[in-house]
């Protein structure tokens, strides 16, 4: 049939408009859905790739779902990348009790800002602080809302005016293009650089040191690591030297973990009872709560903080505060958080476990057409810039499709009302069950079953 024929067949944009199927994605939404849509079949027909126009319900749902995909924003997927703090899909999953306390203390008023046994004010990181203070030993604790912005305000309240030293090789890019340097500018102090990129010492700290030194700063660097002939200096000397010279120690550490995960990684509570002064990290990382910066140190330091103009600016909102305070109940048993908390969970499960939940998914995949799909070893990573050069031994199905191609696969699961984001590694798409909630399999098994029908 001729082209121009099939594209008349297709139905004009005003009665596309006015089905009442359409309705519930709003007149904004639905037209350039309907755009959308009708452009790429008229492209199909006119490249030979659609011989047949569309029937008009085909068209119709095709509008539908395009623009139930537009309207979503914000949606959750299925992270099947074996990334437990995977950056680009919101890194750390909140415990289940985190959600209850968000709609408990969110569906009403709440004691923000409130004491109710005074009937006045309150302080909104009172409860925070008394929870922070009780599981990591610190003299005082302040949050806000991201580990960037806590590190930020540190220098700023603390530093502002003043010279900060810090290690070349801990100069480190957070990512997003946020680097250590610029974060010390913005908080009105001057960089001052000691050391090599690969080795730094104490007396390069020592002879740094002036009357214009407002810090000593030590960057762990949690994104990356320096292998080979390397130095820097321990803690401890560096706190002493710190002491000597009536200077705060203040650590940016990056992911903040309350649980022993590694021995390249240092615990909060290590940290803080090895004197450090200031310590910053993140509570959406190994802390597993939500995106969060959080400060703990002298209580001093942490009250020029508390009192600092750009704290207001920075702070959290009731809705983190919740989230974070509800994921901190867990850490009063360890135990206990390794099972509730999901990053610690999925950092933590042992390979026979995960074996098993392969095995689980693989049963439930039995009625899967056109594919080849079987159980294989692989390696899970923490992601988030947490635990670098880290990799943890996992299990994944790997599918390898017969009549599509593995990069159709992968962009038909990524196209789904509830994506299923996997990762292709040597010409097959990898599932790694590490990251994969088995209340997820029988959705998974079906809608592969859905793609790969004949």
């Known amino acids: 049939m001729d082209k121009n ?101 969110s569906l009403g008023y709440s004691t923000l800002e409130f004491d109710t046994e005074t009937g006045g004010r309150g302080s909104r990181m009172a409860g925070l602080e008394a929870q922070l203070v009780n599981l990591t030993g610190a003299e005082a604790a302040i949050a806000v809302n991201n580990n960037a912005a806590a590190v930020l305000l540190a220098l700023s309240a603390l530093c502002a005016g003043g010279e900060v030293v810090v290690s070349r090789g801990e100069l480190v890019e957070i990512g997003g293009s946020f680097r250590v340097p610029e974060v010390i500018a913005q908080g009105g102090a001057v960089l001052r650089e000691v050391g090599a990129t690969n080795s730094t010492r104490l007396s390069d700290y020592e002879n740094a040191i002036n009357t214009h030194t407002t810090a000593l700063l030590k960057v762990h660097t949690s994104n990356y690591r320096v292998e080979g002939f390397t130095k820097e200096v321990d803690l401890a000397q560096l706190r002493d030297l710190a002491q000597k010279h009536n200077l705060p120690l203040i650590y940016d550490l990056g992911g903040g973990a309350l649980i022993d995960l590694s021995h390249h ?48 600016a920075l702070r959290m909102d009731k809705l983190t505060i ?34 098993e939940k392969a095995e689980q998914l693989r049963e439930k995949m039995l009625n899967v057409r056109n594919c080849k799909a079987e159980i294989v070893e692989t390696m899970s990573q923490a992601g988030g810039g947490s635990l670098p050069g880290e990799n943890f031994p996992s299990y994944a199905i790997s599918l390898s499709p017969d ?49 790969l029908a004949d």
Request: glycine share 6%.
């Open 5 to 105: 024929a099939i594209l008349r067949q297709l139905p004009k944009m005003d009665a596309i408009l006015e089905e009442g199927c359409l309705e519930i994605l709003g007149r904004s939404t639905r037209t350039t859905a309907a755009k959308t849509v009708l452009e790429a079949i008229r492209s199909d027909i006119l490249s030979d790739l659609l011989v047949v126009a569309p029937t008009y319900d085909e068209i119709l749902a095709q509008i539908l779902e395009t623009g139930q995909a537009q309207s979503r924003g914000l949606q959750r997927v299925i992270n099947a990348t074996g990334i437990v703090l995977h950056t680009n899909l919101g890194r750390a999953p909140l415990p289940e009790n985190a959600p209850r306390h968000i709609a408990e203390t």
């Open 265 to 312: 990684e240092p615990t909060v509570q290590a940290l803080i009872s090895g004197g450090v002064d200031v310590l910053c990290f993140s509570g959406d990382k190994l802390l597993g709560g939500p995106q969060a910066g959080i400060i703990l140190g002298r209580s001093d330091l942490v009250a020029k903080m508390h009192k600092h103009p750009l704290y207001r």
């Open 322 to 355: 919740a989230a974070l305070s509800a994921t901190l109940e867990h850490y009063e048993d360890l135990e206990q958080a390794k099972e509730k908390i999901p990053v610690l969970a999925m950092l933590t499960t042992p390979l026979d476990k995960l074996k």
């Open 403 to 451: 009549k599509i191609s593995v990069e159709d696969l992968a962009e038909k699961l990524r196209g789904l009302y509830l994506p299923i984001i996997g990762r292709i590694h040597k010409g097959r798409l990898l599932l790694d069950v590490r990251t994969i909630d088995p209340t997820d399999f029988s959705s998974i098994a079906w809608d592969l079953q859905e793609i």
